[in-house]
């Protein structure tokens, strides 16, 4: 079993930032993937950025150049600062965890961005 514990939610104006968190741990032995996703009322899932094992990102279109996606290898941790927010990304933010085909999603974690 894998637990995700998601933090770093809240409210803010646009324009502001925030910075989510999401810590694993359990049977972790060789995660592939961490990431996030978001879902705003009404819609899909949809996923926000992706860190691969490598290092290397994945990236919405709609939040390149505003949010950074970073893992910390030793505490089994990633993290997405928001920068620029905008009310669109109004969402529940999703931390979801690949260990090769088997995927785990933390319990979500609200950000509301005001205009």
């Known amino acids: 079993q894998v637990q995700l514990v998601e933090s770093g939610g809240g409210l803010v104006q646009a324009g502001g930032s925030l910075r989510l968190s999401c810590a694993a741990s359990g049977s972790i032995f060789s995660i592939t993937t961490m990431g996030w996703y978001r879902q705003a009322p009404g819609k899909q899932r949809e996923l926000v950025a992706l860190i691969i094992s490598g290092g290397s990102t994945n990236y919405a279109d709609s939040v390149k150049g505003r949010f950074t996606i970073s893992r910390d290898n030793a505490k089994n941790t990633v993290l997405l600062q928001m920068n620029s927010l905008r009310p669109e990304d109004t969402a529940v933010y999703y931390c979801?965890?690949?260990?090769?085909?088997?995927?785990?999603w933390g319990q979500g974690t609200q950000v509301t961005v005001s205009s």
């Open positions: 979801n965890v690949r260990i090769f085909t088997l995927a785990y």
